[in-house]
């Protein structure tokens, strides 16, 4: 009984433990990476490029096939071990052996092996993307849920100042100090900012059911976040020009790398198409035998004197075609152009996109800075005003709103905060910095 009772408080501490589980940035990052359905079919594509490899590789070993067959023969027939005919009934069979191999097929066995070797690194660049999307679709997630809590954290802390006040301003009504009026307003400011709360606390929920899904993580309710010791980490990356960051996001990134190769392929596809222009040579070996049961030899010796072997090289040499062959190069010199092309356009997608990114971080760099000058402002405007409330200079609806303002501050550069931190996040992406290895 002793036994069982502690293994039951043993499970119910574990389950426990695992309710209260509060998920760190790294730690969702790497769930979604080994969860997220699209990642599984990226995983699964590279898989595929596999496949192509071996039949590839394939390609270089002989062909070998066996065949057979039984028959019973009636009336006139051929004895195919004795060439005589005959009217009787008989049991025929026969089998053979046939291998045949390619000495030369316009070397598109090597080019086929080449082609399935660039388009494994091709799955593996498309993996690599599909990775840092999903990182990043996750920190933007989990940074919206601290966001929603630090904005939680501010409503209630000036909340509890709102109690406070609510309760020395009825003590002072009562005394015949202040007037009624006051208390209202105070009263509502109080039933205001518990609304916000209310909003704040399911703009939070809504938040975490959204990272979890994206985890493909069932149980909503008792999935939370380690919401504490985030802040701006800044690898040096605000010290790096736009033209360094560019340089080192086409060396680096997964979208350059992806185009790359699919010139490769494109090139590949051409030498293809035209080893269809040479000349095949492909060297065959076969050996057949018969038997039949109404030859009197006996079946061991009929194997061996019926069989043959027949042996050569077959040589195919393509001169007209109807322009198949011809029509296959120019198609794929054709898709080698737009390749290229769409290279090109890759490149300037990717400079496009990532000066747009350093404008951003700059940009929320100086939000956040304007939002911390604010604050300071809005917190001794705050101030002075408390103290004039607190001896009867100033009345409880000037004082709210100056309470409001300093509570909009505060939200706004939890706001702008966290708008900076993502972006420089972003940038440090681009820069090369692997997603699993961004610092917060």
Known sequence: ??????????LFGF???????????????????????????????????????LTAVGGFLPTISAGGSVS???????????????????LSASGNVNIGYNLFDGLRNIRQVQRAEISKLAANYNLSKMKDDIS??????????????????????????????????????????????????IQATDASEKQAIVNAENTIQISLISLAQLLLIKDYENFNIEDEGYDIVDEGISGKSVTEIIESAKANRSEIKI??????????DVQLANGSYWPTLRAFLGYDTRYTDGNTIPFNEQIYLNDGIGYGLSLNIPI????????????????????????????????????????????????????????????????????????????AFDFSQSKLRFDNANIELNRAKYDYIF?????ELYFGIPATELKF
């Open 1 to 10: 009984m002793k036994k069982s009772i502690i293994i039951a408080l043993l």
């Open 136 to 185: 990043l679709f996750v920190a933007n997630g989990y940074i919206q849920v601290i966001l929603g809590k630090a904005n939680l954290e501010v409503l209630i802390s000036q909340n509890n100042v709102t109690l406070e006040q609510i309760e020395r301003t009825n003590k002072l009504v009562e005394a015949g100090a202040l007037p009624r009026g006051d208390l209202l307003e």
């Open 423 to 427: 972006k420089l996040k972003v940038l």
């Open 320 to 395: 007209l075609n109807g322009f198949s062959v011809r029509g296959n190069v120019q198609r794929n010199k054709i898709n080698l152009e737009r390749s290229k092309f769409q290279l090109e356009q890759e490149e300037l997608n990717l400079e496009s996109t990532v000066y747009q990114a350093y404008v951003d971080a700059k940009g929320a760099l100086k939000s956040f800075e304007a939002a911390n000058i604010a604050l300071e402002s809005q917190e001794l405007a705050y101030d002075y005003a408390k103290d004039r409330y607190d001896v009867g200079l100033t009345n």
């Open 15 to 53: 389950l426990m433990q695992g309710q209260n589980k509060k998920w760190t940035l790294k730690e969702c990052v790497e769930y979604a990476l080994e969860n997220n359905i699209s990642v599984k079919q990226s995983e699964l594509n590279v898989q595929l490029t596999d496949v192509e490899k």
């Open 259 to 268: 185009a790359e190769q699919n010139v490769a392929l494109a090139e590949k």
């Open 72 to 90: 019973k023969n009636t009336g006139l027939s051929f004895d195919p071990t004795t060439g005589n005919t005959s009217t009787t009934t008989f």
